[in-house]
């Protein structure tokens, strides 16, 4: 397997494949599993997969319809099954039909007419299932305050068990991420490549230590798409100046790290989700750190929110920004120029709502001199997302892009020059809707602007660009 | 012992096979939920933060508040007049079997040969049924203006909307009425205003010369539909009035 490994790390290693291209693209040969594996679909939904409280969850809804006037994906296609309410009506159904006491196959389930799930059924369930990017936002509009995105993960695992999840689309990215460690189908002895390019094009001063080598109180997490796509490397090698300029003794794992696994836990696959993390954990655990420091807000809620279900860190998990403001606080990192630029800030949903990051990256921004901050109309906990999670980009591309723009336009309305945001992720699926609208706005990482308020100076857009 | 209409072997019979199905049909749930097998929650069960939650978004429902005055009003009107109601009911039926006829209490709450409408006990429980029958009122009102007349664009309306919103608004306007009719009759005049929304309802019956009728027979229709929402209340919309503030107490602690 090591060398079938080494036949795609070879083969893709000099390649300036962008995460999308790998997208589109296959992940060159030999990866160990190269297909996935022959389907056993069953209709039969595997409900001791969820929770009590979660199958009770589905009785709490009060079918009030507050959550369809938020979610993004209604917004775009306002089918019943699509909006969360819709939604858990639907699996209330199935199941009833399947394991209630008056379920299809019971005598009295007949009498009452009760008929059996079929393929039909459950495809379509599925294919909705997948239209949502598990923003969250129906949980906080929620009067009864269900744990919807916990209750859609875990019916996105008993669909994927019965072999109807995830989408065409999207079994790529969970199929590259457990073959090659990071969802573009990179291989792995690339993924500290962009250090060493930074290095060598003067933008670090050093590449980055490789901390399983020389140990260091705080680990770096790139993530994946830092890692690999080169219009976000920037995150990364913004988080690195600001870190060498407050002398933070920081370290990264360089080609050992590994994705968090969130992509496969948004897609239903908890099984290699607890593998990942699992592993991850002993390995962050074993570096004796003080502090992880991610700049990904998907990555940190996996880690900070989700392994904690697995195991427990013996480390503090925390986002740049936050670390960032701690910095400034003690006096280790001071901002002094002038960044004379009117920006407006997108709360990523995985940062916010997820783990309720909502005041640092406000105070952060309140900190950097001459810099004009204007809210968006929906902020904090009702920010709009960008769609580009839980899957929803890979699996319904078109919705994405129309719910970025929405956001966009919105970002538009503020007279705001620069759209700034705190996620790799996010930053990617706004890029979406910049483009498609040709929007005079400018996307930017938070870091960004930390690095040019220390003088390290904007990343060079012609060279962002080659 | 009883309060203005005795049982009888019948309303007994109703009694316990409305209860021997409202336990049924709890039971179908739990069996349902009991096959979830994943844990349900992931912290120790923070008390602070249950009883919080219970007073904050259960009882007042602060949470609806912050987005809409009217749907606070309808929904907390429809949730309080319809515990108060079914805690009024409940109450007198333990009260008349279980307290001993000779306690002064008792002579209080109930009719005696003392007394045709009771004592000062009746006359709370004649104020709470209408304070609480009256907030029911108002919120289902409301809810049927959202609903069917403004249409409000979020709601999607199924037949069990509407099979809840139906009987409920039989069961408050039986109840009224029943009350109302008896309040005709002369031997409660002196209490009548005790039951100040049926006595105006009584007022305008009067006024559009509407007259006396056997309040027993409004009281029978307003039981056996009782009986049959209350039978009803685990397959129903209404099912999440008791399994909604479960989740939210839940998940406040899980959250705390």
Redesign the interface.
């Given at each position: 397997m090591e060398n079938e490994t080494k036949n795609v790390t070879e083969a893709t290693e000099n390649t300036e494949q962008t995460p999308e291209a790998a997208q589109a693209a296959p992940a060159a040969e030999g990866p160990a599993e190269t297909a996935a594996p022959a389907e056993e679909k069953t209709t039969r939904i595997p409900?001791?997969?969820?929770?009590?409280?979660?199958?009770?969850?589905l009785?709490?809804?009060?079918?009030?319809?507050?959550c369809?006037?938020w979610c993004p994906a209604y917004d775009q296609d306002q089918r019943?099954p699509l909006n969360p309410?819709?939604r858990a009506a639907l699996f209330k159904d199935i199941?009833?039909r399947q394991?209630?006491?008056?379920n299809a196959d019971s005598f009295l389930g007949k009498l009452l007419g009760k008929k059996p799930v079929t393929d039909e059924e459950m495809q379509e369930f599925a294919k909705d299932l997948y239209a949502c990017s598990t923003c969250m936002q129906c949980h906080f509009?929620c009067?009864?305050?269900?744990?919807t995105v916990e209750l859609w993960e875990?019916i996105r695992e008993c669909v994927v068990d019965a072999g109807y999840g995830p989408l065409e689309t999207q079994k790529d990215l969970v199929l590259k991420t457990k073959n090659y460690d990071n969802p573009w189908g990179q291989p792995r002895s690339s993924r500290a490549r962009w250090g060493k390019m930074a290095k060598k094009k003067k933008r670090i001063k050093d590449a980055p230590k490789d901390i399983s080598k020389k140990p260091a109180e705080v680990l770096y997490f790139v993530g994946c798409t830092a890692s690999y796509d080169n219009n976000v490397e920037e995150v990364g090698i913004n988080s690195v100046n600001i870190f060498d300029h407050a002398g933070v003794d920081f370290g990264i794992l360089g080609n050992k790290e590994k994705c968090c696994g969130s992509v496969l836990l948004r897609m239903g696959d908890r099984e290699s989700f607890k593998r990942i993390c699992t592993e991850n954990i002993e390995q962050f655990n074993d570096l004796g750190i003080k502090t992880l420091v991610t700049s990904c807000a998907g990555c940190l809620k996996t880690i900070k929110e989700d392994y904690?279900?697995f195991g427990k860190l013996n480390f503090e998990v925390k986002h740049t920004l936050e670390y960032v403001v701690e910095l400034i606080k003690s006096g280790r990192l001071k901002l002094t120029n002038d960044v004379n630029l009117k920006i407006t800030y997108h709360d990523p949903c995985h940062l916010g709502r997820h783990a309720g990051v909502f005041d640092a990256p406000r105070e952060l921004l309140s900190l950097i001199p001459g810099l004009e901050f204007v809210e968006m109309e929906r902020n904090r906990e009702n920010s709009r997302c960008c769609g580009a999670g839980g899957g929803l980009k890979s699996g319904y591309p078109d919705m994405q892009n129309q719910i970025s723009q929405k956001r966009v336009a919105e970002a538009l309305t503020t007279g705001a020059t620069e759209l700034v945001s705190a996620c790799p992720f996010c930053y990617q699926g706004l890029q979406v809707g910049i483009q498609a609208m040709d929007a005079p706005i400018n996307m930017r990482d938070i870091t960004e602007l930390v690095c040019m308020a220390l003088g390290e100076g904007p990343a060079d857009e012609a060279e962002k660009k080659e | 012992m009883y309060l203005y209409f005795e049982a009888t072997a019948a309303l007994y019979t109703l009694t316990v096979i409305t209860v021997l199905l409202l336990v049924a049909g709890i039971i179908c749930s739990v069996v349902l939920w009991s096959k979830g097998k994943a844990k349900s929650l992931h912290h120790q069960l923070n008390i602070g933060a249950v009883i919080k939650a219970f007073i904050v978004d259960v009882v007042l429902q602060l949470q609806i508040l912050k987005v809409s005055f009217v749907r606070w009003l309808m929904h907390f009107c429809i949730f309080i007049g319809f515990m108060g109601l079914l805690a009024q009911t409940t109450v007198i039926a333990f009260m008349s079997h279980f307290l001993p006829a000779d306690l002064a209490v008792s002579k209080s709450f109930f009719v005696s040969e003392a007394s045709a409408v009771g004592g000062a006990g009746a006359r709370v429980l004649d104020v709470w049924g209408d304070v609480f029958g009256l907030m029911l009122v108002v919120g289902l009102v409301i809810a049927i203006i959202r609903r069917y007349v403004v249409r409000a664009a979020q709601l999607e309306t199924m037949l069990k909307d509407t099979m809840s919103i139906t009987l409920l608004t039989v069961i408050a306007l039986t109840g009224f009425l029943s009350e109302a009719f008896r309040l005709m009759d002369p031997q409660f005049a002196s209490i009548a205003w005790y039951s100040f929304a049926g006595y105006t309802l009584t007022n305008i019956l009067e006024a559009i010369g509407i007259g006396a009728m056997n309040y027993k027979l409004w009281v029978w229709i307003h039981a056996l539909v009782s009986f049959f929402f209350l039978a009803y209340i685990p397959f129903s919309k209404a099912w999440h009035i008791f399994v909604s503030p479960i989740e939210i107490v839940l998940d406040a602690s899980e959250r705390a």
């Open positions: 409900i001791e997969k969820l929770s009590p409280r979660q199958l009770l969850e009785d709490a809804c009060t079918r009030c319809g507050e369809s006037n019943e309410r819709g199941i009833s394991h209630g006491v008056f509009v009067p009864v305050l269900i744990d875990r904690a279900k | -």
